[in-house]
Every structure is written in C-alpha cells, then in structure tokens.
C-alpha cells in the first residue's frame, strides 16, 4: 500500500460561467413552454413598473403576462402588477444585489406555471450598468431609459445600449420641460446597436403605448410552435 | 539541515476591507490638505454633472474647488467642469466598473495640487446601490434625485438614503408635471435617515443652489484649521 498521494483540486471560480449556466437552463425552459421572456432594465426611477402595468393594460385581451419583480427590498410592485392585470406574479428580494442573476429567475420560475402564461416581464433592479453582464434567459434585452435622464445615456452608458434588443424611451411628455435633443439621442443609440427598434411613450399619458405592445406581441408570435397559437381564455 | 517545511499562506481576500484601507489614506491626506470632499452619489441622468456645474458657479469667488469625474468612459463631464471654472479636475474612466473604488481616488489625487482646493467633489458612477458599499475617503455623502424619478427612490434604494450625510432633490421645476408626492418623499427619507439635510434645487434654473452652496461652503468653514482661512486667489 502506498502513502497519500498528492490530491489536486482545480477550483475555477466563475460566477458568470455559473450564472450563464443556469440562464441556458432558464432558456431552455422558456422555451420549451413557449413564453416570451422580455429582461427590462432601466435606470431607477426610467419607469419600468409603469410600462409594465401600460404593457399589461394594453396586451389584456392579448396575451396572458406573467412578471417577475426584481428589487433590493419590498413587493409594492408586484401588488401593483397584479391590480394591472398580470396572470401571475413573482417578488424577488435580491437582498442588496444591484441586480438580477439566473439563479434567482430559476427560482422564481419554479413558483410560476408557464403553461398558463404567453408572455413573462422580468423587471431588472434599477442599474444602467451591472444588469449588462448577467443573462437571466430571457428572450430579449430592453432598455428603458427616461427622457427626463437627459439625452447623453448612450454615451454615457454604452454596453447597456449595445446589448439591448428593443429600446424605450418614455417620459416624452417631459421632451419640452428638458434639455433632450431626439436626434442626438437617436444617433447615439443608432451608433452603438445600428437597426435596434426605438419605442417613445410615455407612461404618464399612455402615448405610444399601442405601438410597443403590437410590436411586442408580434415578438410572441414569431416565437412560433403550438403555444403560440394558444388563445387567452 | 532538516527538510521543507510546511508554508501555510493565509489569503484573506476582502476587497472591501483593501477599500477601506486605501479610503483611510485618501481621507488623511485630505484632512491633512483641509480640503473638504464630497461624493456625489445618483442614478444615471439625475443631474450630478449640472449640480456639479451649477456649485461651481457659485463658488467660483468663494472657494477654490476641484472635481474628479467618474465615468465609464469618456470625458465630456471634465471639459465641463473646467469650462465652468473647476481649479482643477481629473477623469476617471472605470472600464465598465458601476462604482468608485478607493484606490481610483487616490491614483486621481496624484494628479491634483491639494494645497490649491478648498473643496473637492467625486463624480461617482452612476448607480443607487453598488456606490453605497465603496468608500473614497470622502467627508461627505452626498446623494442626489430627480423629481422626474419618483417620489418612492428611498423606498426603493434604502441604503443609499440612509448613508448619505445629505440629499439634494434636483429637476424640481419638473415637480408639476411628474406625480412627485414631496410630503411622502420627505417621511420615506426621515424613516431612513432622521435629520439629514434634504435640499431642493433645479440645476435647469438655479432655484435653490444659493442654499446649497452657502451650506457647503459652512461645512468648509467647519473643518477648521489653517486650510480653512485660506483667502481664494
């Protein structure tokens, strides 16, 4: 019998590698239940539970929406989402993460039943920056940015634009009351993520609105596959 | 001549903990310097360049002030500063970082004169969350919300308000066209942080800033010594 042999353990610490792991897995499950499954980021105070309840009001006879709320404390927005509309509803405390991680989705998704559901809003925490590097399994990207924010986000705040697949500018109520120049904006936005769709609403007074949600259920139809024909009940 | 010996290594691996080490050293020799510093802490577009900007201006006969700027990338926000009459100013460009980190502050105080400032304002990054847990070795937390954002950002981001040594409302010529409840964001803030000073201003017209700035400026006064007496040139 020999004496101990030298024992080697490799230990490669990647949070992101673990966490893009678990997003495959989300992915895969998203997918499989044919739901539609929109990441929404956004600086605090962009608006994003305000275009979730607009998005919910106007998909009602549409689409059956699901929303997982993502914050450092408290569940004021889920209740809110529920009174719009939602089908189904989810709170997560990330505990003073700055963001949301594929692991906590899988969590949340294991309260949800996606059969039920055709279209899922998972609201980021508040945060133009950290939200970028952390996949959650969605479908798409979008980033939500305020007009009262000032039209230098893009340049300011690049990956986020960048990564984004769909791009909603609100608070166009405010473009008068501000020093927000559309066209400089835009041609930032068209410089980082050339063809990105750009949505201009305002939560407020509901402008817009129309045309961002038919554009997002044409999304969820061209997920296509037998869910995709499923009517709201 | 015996054999090898065991080696043991502790690692102890706290990023904080080197953080706040270097933060100690900034905060020394700026106290040594008896120049007073601030770090301005906001969400992406709350106006921390325009309050930057607009205490320059009405310090510009009082104080002599410098202001390092920290972005992730570029440099327009230290063009600014300059152009509106900043002794001194260095950017700080993080590299995708959401935060501030100590030792970025001193590698950028290399850069400035200290005996030349009386005061000196930190630009952070854009965040509500991750900045709270950094930090520079500043005097003073300073965090800073727009009206356009909401009345609920210290419901939501309770850390950040609970932190800082003062809060400024900025954007409030927008405060009648957003729905902004002032009496609900001010008890949210006493709940979190009793006796801060909350001041209210609008960068866009000015109102408010001479309060700000005369408060500041007493603070100043208030670190005492022989820096304090230093006439501006």
Chains 1, 2 share one sequence.
Not at 4 to 14: A, L, Q, R
Not at 28 to 44: D, K, Q, S, Y
Not at 137 to 162: Q, S, T
């Amino acid at each position: 019998m020999s004496g101990p042999t030298v024992k080697i353990v490799n230990i490669v610490e990647s949070l992101l590698i673990n966490n893009d792991l678990a997003a495959g897995r989300n992915q895969r499950r998203l997918a499989e239940a044919g739901v539609l499954t929109i990441n929404v980021m956004a600086a605090p105070g962009a608006g994003k539970t305000s275009l979730i309840v607009r998005t919910l009001e106007a998909l009602r006879d549409q689409a059956r929406v699901g929303v997982i709320e993502g914050d450092i404390a408290g569940s004021v927005d889920t209740e809110r989402v529920l009174a719009a509309g939602a089908r189904d509803a989810v709170q997560i405390n990330t505990g003073g993460n700055c963001h949301l991680e594929a692991n906590m989705v899988d969590r949340a998704l294991t309260e949800l039943d996606l059969s039920q559901l055709d279209l899922l809003l998972l609201e980021n925490v508040g945060n133009l920056v950290c939200p970028t590097h952390w996949a959650l399994g969605e479908h798409l990207k979008l980033c939500l940015v305020g007009a009262a924010e000032g039209d230098d986000k893009p340049v300011k705040y690049p990956e986020m634009f960048a990564v984004s697949d769909v791009i909603v500018l609100n608070k166009i109520d405010l473009i008068d009351h501000v020093d927000f120049n559309r066209e400089f904006f835009l041609e930032s936005v068209r410089a980082l993520n050339p063809g990105v769709p750009v949505f201009e609403v305002s939560c407020r007074t509901g402008a817009g609105i129309a045309e961002w949600a038919a554009w997002l259920l044409a999304q969820r139809a061209a997920l296509g596959g037998a869910a995709a024909t499923t009517e709201v009940a």
